[in-house]
């Protein structure tokens, strides 16, 4: 699925919207989605030494949007929004700088109600760079309420 369709499901936009591409999808269980990191980027400002970092934070995130587009790709949750709720077992492994594909790869563990738990992995290539287990409410989209 590229950009247009992903814009379907989730509700963020430039320049929070951290997944480019989803290539593949078995519903309700698990994803993979790519960022393409580019010096362009807001948040790729120069760092040390002339690096061009995807900051670790951006790559939990970006693990967080994947999670929240399987769920809300369902039709049973049409009309919902994702709200990150926690954030447990994190760890970043290696940088990820411009020019690097990142692949996000996301299953869900369990899903109860209104809450879901994630387990994600951000790779470039064969290496893992940040891993992390998380969560998710689901609540009613709002903005219906105000137009």
Request: glycine content about 6%; proline content about 4%.
């Amino acid at each position: 699925m590229d950009i247009i369709e992903i814009k379907k499901v989730l509700p963020h936009r430039f320049p929070f919207l951290l997944i480019d591409r989803v290539i593949e999808v078995e519903p309700m269980k698990r994803v993979v989605a790519i960022k393409n990191i580019t010096v362009n980027e807001v948040f790729s400002q120069e760092y040390y030494g002339g690096l061009y970092p995807m900051q670790g934070v951006l790559q939990v995130e970006a693990m967080a949007q994947t999670a929240a587009f399987l769920i809300l790709n369902s039709e049973e949750n049409k009309g919902q929004l994702a709200y990150f709720s926690n954030i447990e077992h994190v760890r970043f492994r290696t940088p990820a700088l411009a020019g690097d594909q990142l692949r996000i790869e996301v299953e869900l563990v369990r899903l109860r109600a209104r809450a879901g738990k994630f387990k994600g992995c951000c790779y470039i290539g064969d290496k893992k760079t940040c891993e992390a287990v998380f969560s998710c409410m689901l609540a009613p989209d709002q903005k219906s309420s105000f137009m």
